[in-house]
């Protein structure tokens, strides 16, 4: 009688198997309604080549990088709310322009919707070789995802996941040699002694205010890379 109630369980044993199986996590956008305004916006751009682009999320999106850097034809590609899976779909405008240079930031919302460290480092990587593979003439330059800080006030909770950050960016750089990237560590520039984003460099925890961004391209100049 034991070994027949044990039968009967095991269809269930095998669904529950089933279901771990899947993929438990969604994958799209924080903000779906934004992705195509800003869609819309990049389609009425003149396709001009040999552009450099800063092609990321909403940390992208804020930035005024021709002013930052101090050249007018930088093309800004950020989207508020991407996550990598958006950015696949959206990357023939990023390779349609041949870019002299690309940086990628990508990531934190990918970490916000708990899609597993590894799937992210993958999907840059898939990213990367899409690019190379359309536009072989590009250099890439991969940037480390940056700190939090959910000590300051308003940070939203579900991107309280600081291990997931530092774990991403430990596969992005050991995706180095496989993706044929530049990896660039911009987490050091402002993290605090506690392993935080300084607080001085952010509204909310999150996103970065404008004087971050001049730090941040004085050092991609510093190295070489603009």
Same mark, same amino acid.
């Given at each position: %009688?034991?070994?027949f109630f044990?039968?009967?369980?095991?269809?269930?044993?095998?669904g529950? /198997?089933?279901v771990?199986?899947? @993929?438990l996590?969604?994958?799209?956008?924080?903000i779906?309604? &934004?992705?195509? /305004?800003?869609?819309?916006?990049?389609?009425?751009?003149?396709?001009?080549?040999?552009r450099?682009?800063?092609?990321?999320?909403s940390?992208?999106? %804020?930035?005024?990088?021709?002013?930052?850097?101090g050249?007018?034809?930088?093309?800004?590609?950020?989207?508020?709310?991407?996550?990598?899976y958006?950015?696949?779909? @959206?990357l023939?405008?990023?390779?349609?322009?041949?870019?002299?240079?690309?940086?990628?930031?990508?990531?934190?919302n990918?970490?916000?919707?708990?899609?597993?460290?590894?799937?992210?480092?993958?999907?840059?990587?898939?990213?990367?070789?899409?690019?190379?593979?359309?536009?072989?003439?590009?250099?890439i330059?991969?940037?480390?995802?940056?700190p939090?800080?959910p000590?300051?006030q308003n940070?939203? /909770? &579900?991107?309280?996941k600081?291990?997931?950050?530092?774990a991403?960016?430990?596969?992005?750089k050991?995706n180095?040699?496989?993706?044929?990237?530049?990896f660039?560590?911009?987490? &050091?520039?402002?993290?605090?002694?506690?392993?935080?984003?300084?607080?001085?460099?952010t509204?909310?925890?999150l996103h970065l205010?404008?004087p971050?961004?001049?730090?941040w391209?004085?050092y991609l100049?510093?190295?070489?890379?603009l």
């Amino acid at each position: %009688m034991k070994y027949f109630f044990l039968l009967l369980l095991l269809p269930l044993f095998a669904g529950a /198997q089933s279901v771990t199986n899947q @993929r438990l996590y969604d994958t799209i956008p924080f903000i779906p309604e &934004h992705t195509p /305004q800003r869609l819309a916006l990049f389609a009425k751009e003149p396709v001009i080549t040999g552009r450099i682009i800063f092609l990321g999320n909403s940390i992208t999106e %804020m930035g005024n990088w021709k002013k930052a850097t101090g050249d007018t034809t930088v093309v800004n590609r950020g989207i508020g709310g991407d996550i990598t899976y958006g950015v696949l779909k @959206r990357l023939k405008d990023v390779t349609d322009r041949q870019p002299s240079k690309l940086f990628i930031l990508l990531g934190i919302n990918d970490i916000g919707k708990d899609i597993p460290d590894a799937v992210i480092a993958d999907n840059i990587l898939k990213i990367v070789n899409e690019v190379h593979s359309k536009c072989p003439g590009t250099k890439i330059y991969v940037e480390s995802i940056l700190p939090l800080n959910p000590t300051i006030q308003n940070f939203p /909770q &579900h991107y309280d996941k600081e291990e997931h950050v530092l774990a991403v960016n430990k596969l992005l750089k050991a995706n180095v040699s496989k993706g044929g990237y530049t990896f660039v560590d911009i987490f &050091h520039l402002f993290v605090d002694p506690e392993g935080r984003l300084k607080s001085e460099y952010t509204y909310e925890g999150l996103h970065l205010k404008p004087p971050a961004y001049d730090v941040w391209v004085a050092y991609l100049k510093q190295r070489g890379y603009l």
